[in-house]
């Protein structure tokens, strides 16, 4: 198993500033991805963070507006930059050990932006 | 992207019947998997099952898979009021490591 340390849980945001959200990892893992859930909605990925090189960023997210940081096996940030109140939701970042294998979550982080 | 789809989107049963809940999916896999999410929760890993096994068990849980039809079920015995919750299923496929989750079924356990 793994444990995931997100941080923060909650914020409230002011429209057109930026957070960033931290995952850290009691372990080293291989896979690590950033999740994003609308109320009483699926998740849906965002992007997945590769150590030492640039997210892989799936359709309809960009860099620019969530940047993702992946310095290490254990540790992630994503910003959400420029918020706006479509930005509202729950960001959740899930890690595995190894390709294929079951996925941990993080409790997420919920942020509302007014 | 959302790979698979649930169904029912919501169900309710009475405590102690069996529930079942189905999902599809489209692209090739490499395994399968459910999650539990309690209200406002992280997500909770049930069970994986591999593209080459058609069943697989864990307590009151029962997975079964069928590639030729791209489906999955999952079957929770004797239910209780802690299994309400909702429960996701998402796949793993060859291409890449991703995780793509469904819509996912709202269960509901009356007392």
């Known amino acids: 198993s793994a444990v995931i340390s997100q941080k923060p849980s909650r914020d409230i945001c002011q429209r057109g500033t930026s957070l960033t959200i931290q995952c850290q990892v009691d372990?080293?893992?291989?896979?690590m991805f950033w999740y994003r859930q609308q109320p009483g909605q699926s998740l849906t990925l965002i992007a997945t963070a590769n150590q030492g090189s640039e997210a892989t960023y799936e359709s309809g997210f960009v860099i620019d507006k969530f940047p993702i940081s992946r310095p290490n096996l254990t540790f992630s940030t994503l910003t959400v930059s420029n918020m706006s109140p479509e930005d509202s939701s729950i960001y959740l970042c899930?890690?595995?050990?190894?390709?294929?294998?079951?996925?941990?979550f993080g409790q997420g982080t919920r942020l509302t932006v007014v | 992207s959302q790979q698979g789809e649930e169904d029912p989107q919501a169900l309710s049963i009475q405590e102690g019947e069996n529930a079942t809940m189905n999902c599809s999916y489209k692209t090739s896999i490499n395994n399968l998997q459910w999650y539990r999410q309690n209200s406002g929760r992280g997500l909770v890993h049930l069970i994986l099952?591999?593209?080459?096994?058609r069943e697989k068990h864990s307590g009151r849980l029962r997975v079964t898979l069928d590639t030729s039809k791209k489906s999955s079920s999952l079957l929770i015995t004797a239910s209780r009021a802690a299994d309400t919750a909702s429960y996701f299923c998402a796949t793993a496929n060859n291409r890449d490591d991703k995780i793509i989750f469904g819509k996912g079924t709202r269960l509901h356990i009356l007392p």
């Open positions: 372990s080293q893992v291989t896979m």
């Open positions: 899930s890690v595995a050990h190894w390709e294929n294998t079951e996925a941990f």
């Open positions: 099952i591999r593209s080459n096994e």
